[in-house]
Nanobody, 127 residues
Framework: QVQLVESGGGLVQAGGSLRLSCAASGSGSIFNINTMAWYRQAPGKQRESVAAISSGNTPNYADSVKGRFTISRDNAERTVYLQMNSLKPEDTAVYSC???????????????????WGQGTQVTVSS
């Protein structure tokens, strides 16, 4: 019921920057988003959390990206961003956004929990 669409991935040289965006939408639904987050998965590795941000705009970061990545959100636009600076080859991965909250159909009286994922966007950092 809640769809996430990412954009902004690509190829960049080490030391460069990229900005990822993830917009949430839900046709025919009313929803409230609590936490929005970015994850990544490199080839042959498990998916890992990169950064998350609460509805009150409190961010959390993986140690590996602290000081280089910044997560932010625009609640009015229901969009989360990931500004990635000083990129390293080890940042190469498919980046996916996640959003969790509550949703209901417009004709319904009841909210239920949702946990949605985007399709992923490739980030490649060359050395």
């Amino acid at each position: 019921q809640v769809q996430l669409v990412e954009s902004g991935g690509g190829l960049v040289q080490a030391g460069g920057s990229l900005r990822l965006s993830c917009a949430a939408s839900g046709s025919g639904s009313i929803f409230n988003i609590n936490t929005m987050a970015w994850y990544r998965q490199a080839p042959g590795k498990q998916r890992e959390s990169v950064a998350a941000i609460s509805s009150g705009n409190t961010p959390n970061y993986a140690d590996s990206v602290k000081g280089r990545f910044t997560i932010s959100r625009d609640n009015a636009e229901r969009t989360v961003y990931l500004q990635m600076n000083s990129l390293k080859p080890e940042d190469t991965a498919v980046y996916s956004c996640n959003a969790a909250g509550r949703v209901k159909r417009k004709a319904s009286s009841f909210f239920t929990a949702f946990d949605s994922w985007g399709q992923g966007t490739q980030v490649t950092v060359s050395s």
